[in-house]
């Protein structure tokens, strides 16, 4: 609908009328929260060059399509070129918004999490950390945006190993959270199923069972027994259930959530396949290793299909691999299987 609304404005208004501009503009927008990065990409930096030649560099207008740019290139993994256009739209908002405009906030939060996604986790703490700072003062403690960036918060202190200090972040949006969104509300339960990563991660995994069920129970009667986030709750209460070494529960969980995740998402995509190395694990756990082999390379043939046999989560199956053909006895096909492991972590030489 968008892009015939454009195309009609085109004819009658000239390409670079702002009418125009604005329907193209919310075509690429439909584009992008449908999924399509890529096209939304290109229908974005159109607008913004064509509103920079019509408005100018630094007028709203062309920042915002600029940073839709930005927010495009970041879904398709293009984090470092996100970062460049990112960093630049921030400074002219600076210039023309100050620090303290809604959309300069916005921008350096996006740039937070880019920075994150780049491996810079202290320089993306910091800044996530002033922009809820500056968010909380100018909008208030329980606002969504200031709640988005504290979960953003929460997110990088667990990349930096302080579950502590996450466990307690994710909490307080959870709770703020409750509070204006209802206990039962998806966003709620998001912070909620954090805070649960976090007291797996301290080793607190009686607590985390329990968290998992009433999130298990909520996600149920919201979404759905099938639907995705159900299914992650439950596999997080199974690997807990590992955790507190109750291996035969936590095998006839993985293998319900496994086998729910290939009738709703597919055999081979990467939630059904971390749960079918749930079932390898416990399998090990067991002390069934002979079917924990056949799971071990069944995940590592489905993701080198998926990924490709040089990608990380291949590799890690491939090194799960190993270490049951270890536990096996067969020896020299383990150290094979690492050798040639090792060897797609070497960088090339010349």
């Known amino acids: 609908m968008h892009r015939s609304v454009a195309d009609e404005r085109e004819r009658a208004l000239g390409p670079d009328h702002p009418d125009t501009l604005a329907s193209r503009y919310e075509h ?22 064509r509103r920079a030649g019509v408005l100018g560099e630094e007028h709203p207008d062309t920042l915002a399509a600029r940073q839709e740019t930005a927010y495009a290139l970041g879904r398709l993994g293009r984090h470092a070129e996100a970062h460049d256009v990112y960093a630049q739209v921030l400074a002219a908002r600076e210039r023309a918004m100050g620090a303290d405009h809604p959309d300069t906030l916005r921008c350096r939060h996006n740039l937070a999490f880019t920075l994150g996604r780049l491996g810079r986790l202290e320089e993306s703490y910091r800044m996530a950390h002033e922009v809820a700072a500056a968010r909380a003062r100018l909008l208030g403690p329980g606002h969504p945006d200031t709640l988005v960036t504290r979960y953003e918060v929460a997110h990088t202190l667990g990349r930096l190993g302080r579950w502590a200090d996450a466990l307690g972040t994710y909490r307080e949006v959870a709770a703020a959270r409750a509070r204006t969104l209802g206990p039962d509300h998806p966003d709620t339960l998001a912070a909620r199923y954090e805070a649960g990563i976090c007291l ?10 329990e968290l998992y069920r009433d999130l298990v129970a909520a996600r149920t009667r919201g979404q759905g027994a099938d639907d995705p986030e159900t299914l992650r709750a439950r596999h997080g209460l199974g690997v807990n259930l590992g955790r507190l070494g109750r291996w035969e529960e936590a095998l006839a969980e993985a293998r319900e959530v496994a086998g729910a995740r290939a009738r709703v998402l597919g055999p081979e995509h990467p939630d059904t396949l971390v749960s079918g ?12 290793w002979e079917e924990a082999l056949a799971a071990y390379r069944g995940i590592a043939a489905a993701r080198e299909r998926v990924f490709g046999p040089d990608h990380p989560d291949t590799l890690a199956s491939r090194h799960d ?3 049951c053909l270890e536990q096996l006895g067969r020896h020299t096909e383990a150290v094979e299987l690492y050798r040639r492991v090792a060897g797609a972590h070497r960088p090339a030489t010349d």
């Open 28 to 49: 690429a927008f439909a584009l992008s929260r449908a999924g399509r990065p890529a096209d939304a990409l290109r229908e974005f930096g159109r607008v913004a060059q």
């Open 277 to 288: 190395r749930e079932v390898a694990v416990c399998l090990g756990w067991l002390g069934r």
């Open 200 to 209: 797996g991660r301290l080793g607190r995994a009686g607590e985390a069972l």
């Open 321 to 323: 691999e190993a270490q």
